[in-house]
């Protein structure tokens, strides 16, 4: 049995054990199971691996897409530029050598969704958190010729400017606004980034990797005022799809 899984801390919310339980068993994969392995902090993870030999492939979630580099053996392309990891391959030489090679599918799955709500109108946009989500993100849209600029709690050199320093008039500028960070995700539904909505308009595109719940205040309060609001569950999917491909070629 091969045995695929998600990595992480806390897995209350996740989405890919029942993706893939779901597909294995829509496709007649009978060779094949996903767990889940919560780990409260990265150093269990040499642990995990010596404790579970069949594991063939793991996705990463938060809060260790970038923590768990350091215990890789290497990295694709996209995945070392944004220094983020969501996927990992296991790969076993003829001497069962064990390698783990980490990738990024969250760019193919965010690209693949934000591209069809973009125009030309649509030059600059608002990440709001800098976590490792926020990486693949930004690679993305400075790929598709937009200006990232960065909001967090804090100031730091990456960033625009901090929640309560946000205006309405800030927002007059940035017709795209990206949540990357936790806030809002189940069990917290209640919670939502501490911007202006006053200042969104009907031209604001706002966009969401969160998919538990579907909709979050966050998109609520962006449809409130005629915002076209996208959530992060269809993103998830392409790149569960992204990453069985990996895990299989």
Same mark, same amino acid.
Request: neutral net charge.
């Given at each position: 049995?091969?045995?695929?899984?998600? =990595?992480?801390?806390? !897995?209350?919310?996740?989405?890919?054990?029942?993706?893939?339980?779901?597909?294995?068993?829509?496709?007649?994969?009978?060779?094949?199971?996903?767990?889940?392995?919560?780990?409260?902090?990265?150093?269990?993870?040499?642990?995990?691996?010596?404790?579970?030999?069949?594991?063939?492939?793991?996705? *990463?979630?938060?809060?260790?897409?970038?923590?768990? =580099?350091?215990?890789?053996?290497? !990295?694709?392309?996209?995945?070392?530029?944004?220094?983020?990891?969501?996927? =990992?391959?296991?790969?076993?030489?003829?001497?069962?050598?064990?390698?783990?090679?980490?990738?990024?599918?969250?760019?193919?799955?965010?690209?693949?969704?934000?591209?069809?709500?973009?125009?030309?109108?649509?030059?600059?946009? !608002?990440?709001?958190?800098?976590?490792?989500?926020?990486?693949? *993100?930004?690679?993305?849209?400075?790929?598709?010729?937009?200006?990232?600029?960065?909001?967090?709690?804090?100031?730091?050199?990456?960033?625009?400017?901090?929640?309560?320093?946000?205006?309405?008039?800030?927002?007059?500028?940035?017709?795209?606004?990206?949540?990357?960070?936790?806030?809002?995700?189940?069990?917290?539904?209640?919670?939502?980034?501490?911007?202006?909505?006053?200042?969104?308009?009907?031209?604001?595109? /706002?966009?969401?990797?969160?998919?538990?719940?579907?909709?979050?205040?966050?998109?609520?309060?962006?449809?409130?005022?005629?915002?076209?609001?996208?959530?992060?569950?269809? /993103?998830?999917?392409?790149?569960?799809?992204?990453? %069985?491909? =990996? %895990?299989?070629?």
């Amino acid at each position: 049995m091969r045995t695929f899984g998600l =990595i992480g801390y806390p !897995l209350s919310h996740s989405f890919s054990q029942g993706y893939f339980t779901k597909k294995f068993s829509n496709e007649n994969i009978a060779d094949a199971e996903y767990k889940n392995f919560p780990i409260e902090k990265i150093a269990q993870f040499p642990e995990l691996i010596q404790a579970n030999p069949g594991l063939c492939g793991l996705n *990463v979630t938060i809060p260790y897409k970038r923590e768990i =580099i350091p215990f890789l053996d290497g !990295l694709d392309k996209t995945a070392r530029q944004v220094n983020a990891v969501n996927t =990992i391959k296991f790969v076993r030489d003829d001497n069962d050598k064990l390698k783990l090679i980490g990738y990024n599918t969250d760019i193919y799955g965010f690209e693949l969704t934000i591209n069809p709500h973009l125009t030309r109108a649509h030059k600059k946009v !608002l990440i709001l958190g800098t976590g490792g989500a926020s990486n693949a *993100v930004e690679y993305v849209l400075r790929k598709l010729g937009l200006q990232c600029f960065y909001v967090s709690r804090k100031m730091g050199e990456r960033i625009f400017k901090s929640y309560d320093q946000l205006t309405n008039e800030d927002l007059e500028d940035f017709q795209v606004i990206i949540n990357t960070s936790p806030v809002g995700m189940y069990p917290k539904v209640d919670d939502c980034p501490l911007i202006p909505y006053e200042g969104i308009t009907a031209s604001h595109v /706002m966009y969401d990797l969160i998919y538990n719940p579907e909709a979050t205040l966050f998109l609520k309060k962006g449809r409130e005022h005629g915002a076209q609001t996208i959530n992060g569950l269809e /993103m998830l999917h392409l790149q569960a799809e992204k990453a %069985w491909k =990996i %895990w299989n070629s």
